[in-house]
């Protein structure tokens, strides 16, 4: 009885590790593309600022969601922002439980920046 459990419990245990070890990766997921969405919304409506400073606004508002998140490795960038979209990318590390394992989420959010212009008046 005791050589068979010997035998079992590590598989089981191993098991467990990964059922928690996808949640904390679902988790992470979830974080990295909300902190991508926010990073877009705040990187839309900025008025009269320049691209560049909307990308900055975009940047800060992902890493400010990150920071009271909890989550400590992570990078965002708005590579592939253009003057008539924005885009926010969102890679950060999850807790690995099991050693060896290495894992990296990725998300972005992409939407059009919103532009004022003054209407057309017809003669």
């Keep these: 009885m005791s050589v068979s ?5 590590p598989v ?4 467990l590790l ?8 679902w988790y992470d997921r979830q974080v990295a593309l ?17 691209d560049g400073e909307k990308n900055e ?3 800060r508002q992902a890493r400010d969601f ?21 885009r926010v990318t969102v890679q950060l590390s999850p807790p690995l439980l099991i050693p060896g394992l290495k894992a990296a989420v990725t998300q ?11 209407p057309v008046v017809k003669p």
């Design 5 to 9: 459990l010997a035998i079992v419990f």
């Design 12 to 15: 089981v245990l191993l098991l």
């Design 18 to 25: 990964l059922v928690v070890q996808a949640a904390l990766w």
């Design 34 to 50: 909300t902190a991508a969405r926010e990073g877009v919304d705040a990187g839309r409506v900025q008025g009269s600022a320049t």
């Design 57 to 59: 606004a975009a940047q």
């Design 66 to 86: 990150l920071d009271r998140q909890g989550v400590h490795e992570y990078t965002v960038r708005t590579d592939g922002s253009t003057a008539e979209t924005i």
């Design 108 to 118: 972005f959010a992409e939407a059009p920046r919103e532009r004022f212009v003054p």
